[in-house]
Structure formats: C-alpha cells, structure tokens
C-alpha cells in the first residue's frame, strides 16, 4: 500500500518539528540565548554581514538584532568592523571565539542525538534512519 502524500508530508512535518525543538534546547553549559545562537549561526552560515542583514535574513527587528549583536561584541564572540569600501557600515564577524562557541552548541547537539541514538533505538532503527536521511536533506534542499 502507497502512503498518500498528504499523511507523509503530516508525519514529517510533526516528526522533524518535534526533533528540532527539542535539539533547539540542547546547549552546552554557559551557553548562548536563543538570539544570541541564531545571530551566531546566521554570521556561521552567510560570513561576515551588516546587523541590518542578518535582521532580515533571520526575520527579526533590525533594533533587536543590533542589541544581540552588541552582547556578542561585549563577550568577544563578535567584532566590528568598519567595511573598507563604504566607511558609514558596520560589519559584524565572528571571532575564533564565536566560532568555538557555534562548535560547542553543535557539539551538544550532536552528542545528545548520539546518546539517544544509542539508548532509545535499535540497530535495525538507526539503519532505517540513516537510509532516510539523504532523502530528508533531499527534502530540505527543494523546500
């Protein structure tokens, strides 16, 4: 029996929402805000960029991005600089700190799954889950 799209997209869409939730609260000990972690992941993922630009790409108040940026700034895990082409912008990097604390959270992350992985699922399970996942990123790629 064929299973009818919409049920599948149904389940994926419970079953991976609840997944990135519950990893979404994973964090290693001292850990960044919630905001504090998208803007360092943003920064991780697009380089350096203006607080204005990482506001829209992560759909948030240019206002709030800017004050996150500034409680990075203060830890050392963001540094300002001046952009060399139009000295009125700001741009936002991380710094080898931030970039230490990006691979802390994913660190966390991954050895929770690990743990889980291992305690809650069985050979015959983990085997199916890994053969779903280069369709799931199949999946996150088309979305």
Do not use: C, W, Y
């Not at 607080?51 to 709030?64: D, F, I, K, M, Y």
Request: charged share 25%.
């Amino acid at each position: 029996m064929t299973a009818p799209p919409e049920d599948v997209a149904a389940a994926l869409t419970d079953g991976i929402g609840l997944l990135a939730r519950r990893l979404r609260q994973v964090r290693p000990t001292g850990d960044l805000s919630h905001p504090e972690s998208i803007a360092i992941s943003s920064l991780e993922r697009h380089g350096p960029s203006t607080s204005a630009e990482l506001a829209r790409h992560e759909n948030v108040r240019a206002q709030s991005m800017h004050a996150t940026l500034a409680g990075l700034a203060h830890r050392g895990l963001v540094e300002r600089t001046t952009d060399p082409t139009d000295r009125r912008r700001v741009v936002v990097s991380l710094t080898p700190e931030g970039r230490a604390a990006a691979q802390a959270k994913r660190d966390a992350r991954s050895s929770r799954l690990i743990s889980l992985l291992t305690e809650e699922f069985s050979a015959a399970e983990r085997e199916v889950l890994l053969a779903a996942a280069p369709l799931l990123a199949r999946l996150g790629r088309t979305v």
